[in-house]
């Protein structure tokens, strides 16, 4: 296991990947909800929102960063290559 983490190696443009990726945005959304449910319940000493529905919107956020993850996206990665017949 730990062969594999030694191999792992950041991307070239982790700048333009932190500042307009999507997957990063919603990652940071997810955190940033995660953090009000717990701060929210911590000062307060009640639940504004239910837990149930904080936890969904932060799955659904973390599914969005997942999906976005695997589309490609012109502003980070440029743009596709052509794939016209008879390119090989």
């Known amino acids: 296991m730990f062969a594999a983490l030694s191999k792992l190696r950041p991307v070239q443009d982790i700048d333009k990947v932190l500042t307009k990726a999507w997957s ?3 990652l940071i959304l997810a ?10 319940s911590f000062f ?3 639940e504004l929102v ?3 529905t904080l936890a ?7 599914l969005a960063a997942l ?3 695997l589309i490609a996206q012109e502003a980070v ?12």
């Open 24 to 26: 990063v945005r919603f």
């Open 77 to 88: 990665s440029g743009p596709a290559p052509s794939t016209t017949p008879g390119d090989a």
């Open 50 to 52: 239910r837990p149930g």
């Open 67 to 69: 999906g976005a993850r």
């Open 44 to 46: 307060s000493g009640s």
């Open 56 to 62: 969904a919107l932060n799955m659904v956020l973390a």
């Open 31 to 40: 955190t940033v909800l995660d953090a009000a449910q717990t701060g929210v």
